[in-house]
């Protein structure tokens, strides 16, 4: 019997069942390096990449464990600039995903291996307009593609990953050209690494940094 308990969630506040749990989007997916990819470069030097999965608090989480990341920020993608705001965007209207900028050093890890980690614990590419409790086109998977390069990777990769049967279902991510990143307010930033006492965050995303450690411990670092 689930008897309702409110906790505040990225889609605001969250209905959840005492002692019960949302199943997991993601637990770790063991999948291939991706065929094509950037090679290392020779020196250090900043890159940047945009995904969408869910919730942004979860992503950005994830994503300060990665090796050769030097910062993460949540913020919006996908619609305009004049919408980039929290409520607009909950709303499901305004073409925005809630999404995390990547800051990285391409000289100590590779775009596709960035998107290793996305694919394999950072959410699950298989759902659609929904991750775990958060359901709407704010919460999509989407890769927002920076160039050409990166466009070419993302788009190889799932068709790998797809041929492979490494899900259950068809990877429904979409691969789109970035044309603006938006970071969200100051109380969004780091929300898990502030709040790891919400149910929110140890019922969703804990647990993938968990998964990240333990499925690629190469690319994870702590912090």
Not at 45 to 56: E, P
Not at 99 to 107: G, M, T
Request: charged content about 15%; aromatic content about 10%; hydrophobic content about 40%.
């Amino acid at each position: 019997m689930r008897h309702a308990l409110k906790i505040i969630g990225c889609a605001g506040i969250v209905a959840l069942a005492a002692l019960w749990a949302w199943p997991r989007a993601s637990a770790g997916v063991p999948i291939p390096d991706p065929k094509l990819d950037a090679p290392l470069a020779s020196a250090p030097a900043k890159a940047t990449a945009v995904l969408a999965g869910g919730c942004f608090w979860g992503l950005q989480l994830v994503f300060e464990h990665l090796k050769g990341v030097s910062h993460v920020t949540a913020g919006y993608a996908g619609g305009e600039a004049s919408t980039a705001e929290y409520e607009l965007v909950s709303s499901g209207t305004t073409g925005h995903a809630e999404s995390v900028q990547i800051e990285y050093d391409p000289s100590q890890v590779t775009y596709g291996e960035i998107l290793k980690v996305y694919f394999s614990v950072a959410h699950d590419p298989t759902e659609v307009n929904r991750q775990g409790p958060d359901e709407g086109t704010q919460y999509r998977s989407s890769v927002f593609a920076a160039d050409a390069d990166q466009q070419k990777i993302a788009e190889a990769y799932i068709a790998q990953l797809d041929a492979a049967g490494n899900y259950p279902a068809p990877i429904a991510t979409q691969v789109v050209p970035l044309k603006g990143f938006y970071p969200a307010e100051a109380y969004h930033q780091d929300y898990a690494i502030h709040n790891p006492w919400n149910p929110y965050i140890q019922i969703n995303d804990l647990p993938k940094v968990a998964d990240f450690k333990s499925t690629l411990p190469d690319l994870y670092v702590e912090r």
